[in-house]
């Protein structure tokens, strides 16, 4: 269980996030939508207090990140793909996690195989491509095994084929009870892939909805996601003509 | 802590850097040493004990580049990389996480200093063995505190180089910075000739080369003992500096 309070952050005289409140729950895939700097990933870091809200604040059942005391024990989290020392093999950079944790050293192993990287855990992570990278970033978020997962952007970079595996990973470990918290800009993937939604824009809650109630009264979901998010666009291009 | 250490130790055992930094640390004492030594062969009249020795130690000016820059790679490394959020994520008490870089990064370094040392000291011998230069041994007066303290010295760069990593969190920066502090205020100490070595006392690479790495300190700077005491504050300083900013700044 995620909760977040009036979460608020500035930059400035920015408001990236404005009193965000949400509860994100165990047991389905929450989605967490909005455009391109609307505020998802701020949140997320807020989240795992790496930065400092100006007011409110984040708690995972009940108390904040850095009250946890074997952190990854309970929260997994992919934030940018590719935040990798490139020198550094990734069996290395999950030993390293691992050990900060006390999670046994057998588990690196066992996360690069859900993962699908057993064969190039040893390579430099340098050497991967992006999809290989996003793979190592959810290895790093399921090592602990964590009852709740933040996961930024996931699918960027995969393929079609990966993109269906994280689907099927998040569910399932959604219907395991555990809280999943998935940030995107893309609609249609999270309507394939989320039960529950929050919607953002301009870093301010627009929607806590579910998928099939965002859609009701619209042609698509896509439709309804513009329409809710029209007045909050930060950044939005023009036709060539 | 001890978690965070082990972690700490993992990444830097983990990249090729580390290595190739130690190793230039040690070869470029070792080379420096041999080089002074077989330059004084062929040196009249014959040089002294002293003279050889303090100036087969002249290769920790550059040991001591490589190794703080060892230090600063171990904080800016993962700022450039964004692997920061991974580890604070992991620890969130983030002085926690500067004490086991601390701890894991002066473990390392004073050990690669003073097998640099060593190495400088031994092929310093080694090189003019069988000559009529006299041999410094190990037993005579200063030889061995000289090139213990700048095994000490080299180890306590390294640490000025993690804390200024945690202020500055650019690689480029960050050893620029370092660079500069190790030689600007050297040069600018010399243009005040003699009086300059009231402030001059006080400056890393002149303590080095004319405190530390010596058998006898120059008149009018500190013991050997004083100025790595020194060295030890610069880093105490700087390494609190760090967690400071390191605490307040978003990640």
Same mark, same amino acid.
């Given at each position: ?12 005289? /920015?408001?990236?996030?404005?009193? $965000?409140?949400?509860?994100? @729950?165990? &047991? %389905?895939?929450?989605?967490? =939508? +909005?455009?391109? #700097? ?85 390579? /430099?992570?340098?050497?991967?491509? $992006?999809?290989?990278?996003? @793979?190592? &970033? %959810?290895?790093?978020?399921? =090592? +602990?095994?964590? #009852? ?94 | ?251």
């Amino acid at each position: 269980m995620i909760e977040l309070r009036e979460l608020t952050k500035r930059y400035g005289g /920015r408001v990236a996030v404005d009193a $965000l409140s949400v509860q994100v @729950r165990p &047991g %389905v895939v929450t989605g967490f =939508l +909005g455009p391109n #700097g609307s505020g998802k990933s701020t949140t997320m870091r807020m989240i795992l207090g790496l930065d400092a809200p100006d007011h409110g604040e984040a708690l995972i059942d009940g108390v904040r990140y850095a009250q946890l005391t074997r952190p990854l024990r309970t929260v997994g989290a992919l934030l940018d793909a590719g935040a990798f020392h490139p020198g550094r093999s990734g069996r290395a950079h999950l030993a390293a996690l691992a050990a900060s944790n006390d999670i046994p050293a057998a588990r690196v192993g066992e996360v690069l195989r859900v993962v699908g990287l057993s064969g190039a855990g040893d390579r /430099r992570a340098g050497t991967y491509s $992006l999809g290989m990278r996003q @793979r190592l &970033g %959810v290895a790093v978020a399921l =090592l +602990g095994d964590p #009852g709740v997962l933040l996961l930024d952007e996931p699918v960027n970079g995969l393929d079609p084929e990966g993109i269906r595996w994280i689907r099927d990973l998040l569910r399932g470990l959604a219907a395991e009870g555990r809280t999943v918290f998935v940030s995107s800009h893309l609609i249609a993937e999270m309507a394939l892939t989320a039960e529950r939604l929050v919607v953002i824009g301009q870093g301010r809650l627009l929607a806590e909805t579910t998928v099939a109630g965002l859609a009701a009264g619209h042609d698509s979901l896509e439709d309804a996601f513009f329409r809710l998010t029209s007045q909050a666009t930060d950044y939005r291009g023009t036709g060539v003509s | 802590m001890r978690l965070a250490a082990r972690m700490e130790w993992i990444k830097l055992r983990s990249v090729r850097s580390t290595w190739w930094l130690a190793i230039g640390a040690v070869v470029a004492m070792a080379a420096a040493g041999a080089g002074v030594g077989l330059g004084y062969r062929s040196h009249t009249p014959v040089a002294t004990a002293a003279q050889i020795f303090n100036n087969s130690l002249g290769g920790a000016v550059l040991a001591q580049l490589l190794l703080s820059a060892l230090g600063v790679l171990m904080v800016t490394g993962e700022y450039g990389s964004g692997t920061i959020r991974s580890t604070l994520a992991a620890v969130p008490r983030r002085r926690t996480v500067l004490a086991a870089k601390t701890l894991v990064c002066g473990g390392f370094a004073l050990t690669v200093g003073l097998v640099a040392s060593f190495a400088g000291y031994l092929s310093g011998q080694l090189a003019i063995r069988g000559t009529a230069i006299p041999a410094a041994g190990l037993g005579d007066p200063g030889i061995l505190q000289a090139v213990v303290l700048t095994g000490v010295y080299l180890g306590a760069t390294a640490l000025i180089g993690v804390g200024l990593g945690a202020v500055v969190r650019h690689s480029g920066a960050a050893i620029g910075t370092l660079f500069g502090l190790m030689f600007v205020p050297m040069i600018a100490a010399g243009l005040f000739g003699e009086s300059g070595i009231t402030i001059g006392r006080f400056l890393p690479l002149l303590m080095l080369l004319n405190s530390i790495a010596v058998t006898k300190p120059v008149p009018g700077l500190f013991t050997g003992w004083v100025s790595v005491l020194l060295m030890a504050g610069y880093a105490t300083v700087i390494l609190l500096s760090g967690g400071v900013v390191l605490r307040r700044r978003d990640a």
